[in-house]
């Protein structure tokens, strides 16, 4: 009896896919005579005005004879059928692919690199865009800060969002106090100068470049102004300790015609933005990466001192130990150099000697050698195990002394 209940509901089903499967054959053999039977009165006129007719003809499937003209669009259909299957075929390896390398953070990372041209630029400017929408609708939504939008209406996007920044640090923090100028003398009464604790010291300044509209931390550098990117790996072919004499020569060609305080003056920088967060403006690293930053050319100097601002800095001296080795290699550099070259073939190149007399001059220069003399002397130890006389004869000097 169960077995007959199972052969029944078995037929049944069998029954139902078939009458399914008909209903189906006939609407599509209904659908095939309509097309044959209407095809002069409704889709020709519709296919013709598509330009599909003349495009038929200009590539060869529409023929006098009527069967081979079927052939063609059969042949064509069969060839296009193919593509889309292909095309779904690679689609799946293509995706089958990218599920098992995305498993892993090395997988991802790798798919990540080699899609960024696709991605990047619309995400860059996706977020410019949100950034901007959603500041200036919370600034419109608040009529005390709604006067700041008008104040600084003009200015590029950058310089905008920056300005509102500091706008922003005074009304919550009341130990801010900004200075902010155009002048290089400014930069330098602030940068050039020892510091006695590379890791503590965040009295920098923050540039903004008008001419790329980038924002750059400074930091200080004691090295003068002819030698100033010795803090930084010596480009390739120059010559002297850090590529000092290289550097000299360099200034040296603008000093006739352009006055000396108009040459370039390099200072340790880090590339830095202005974010939307949460309802707030914040600062944030753009990379961990220091580079030579020529002051001559930026637009504008902002000093800024508080709480608030140095919280970031004591964060960004944290997160990016880079800062502290350029800043380290800034200060054993301008100590090195002097001992290097006080008595040298090149003692009389007078960029040189400009740049051995502002060693002098420089803040807090001798009083803290004691602090830097033990990296100073393990450098001049690897000069002098690298036979450069120099060293061999100041560490001679030092022993003799003891």
Aim: aromatic residues 14%.
């Amino acid at each position: 009896m169960f077995a007959d209940y199972l052969w029944y509901l078995g037929a049944k089903q069998q029954y139902n896919m078939a009458k399914s499967q008909g209903l189906a054959g006939l609407i599509g053999l209904l659908s095939v005579v309509l097309f044959v039977w209407k095809w002069d009165e409704w889709f020709l006129p519709i296919v013709d005005k598509l330009g599909l007719v003349d495009f038929a003809e200009r590539i060869g499937i529409v023929h006098g004879l009527g069967a081979i003209t079927v052939m063609n669009v059969i042949f064509i259909t069969y060839i296009f059928i193919l593509f889309i299957l292909a095309l779904v075929f690679i689609g799946f390896l293509v995706g089958l692919l990218l599920l098992m390398v995305g498993h892993s953070k090395i997988g991802w990372t790798i798919i990540m690199i080699l899609t960024t041209p696709l991605w990047l630029p619309s995400a860059i400017i996706y977020k410019r865009n949100i950034v901007a929408r959603s500041l200036t609708s919370t600034y419109q939504k608040d009529k005390e800060l709604q006067p700041l939008l008008q104040k600084y209406k003009d200015l590029p996007t950058v310089e905008k969002q920056f300005e509102l920044y500091i706008e922003q640090i005074k009304r919550i923090d009341n130990t801010c106090t900004v200075q902010s100028s155009r002048d290089k003398k400014f930069a330098k009464k602030i940068l050039f100068r020892a510091v006695s604790a590379v890791k503590e010291d965040t009295n920098w300044l923050i540039a903004l470049d008008q001419k790329t509209q980038k924002l750059h931390l400074l930091f200080p550098n004691p090295l003068p102004q002819f030698g100033s990117r010795s803090f930084y790996s010596p480009q390739e072919k120059e010559i002297g300790l850090y590529g000092i004499i290289s550097q000299c020569w360099d200034a040296k060609e603008d000093m006739a015609p352009v006055p000396y305080y108009h040459s370039d003056h390099y200072v340790p920088s880090m590339e830095i933005e202005v974010n939307w967060v949460n309802g707030e403006l914040e600062l944030h690293i753009v990379k961990s990466e220091i580079k030579p930053f020529n002051i001559l050319f930026l637009g504008k100097f902002y000093h800024i001192q508080g709480m608030k601002i140095q919280s970031f800095y004591r964060e960004t001296l944290k997160l990016n130990p880079v800062i502290i080795q350029a800043l380290n290699k800034a200060h054993v550099a301008y100590y090195v150099l002097q001992i290097a070259y006080k008595d040298t073939m090149y003692n009389e190149d007078e960029a040189l000697q400009l740049y051995l007399e502002e060693s002098k001059h420089v803040a807090n220069g001798e009083a803290l050698f004691p602090l830097y003399a033990a990296d100073v002397e393990e450098e001049i130890q690897e000069h002098a195990e690298n036979g450069e006389s120099w060293a061999i004869e100041w560490l001679k000097r030092v022993e003799s002394n003891w």
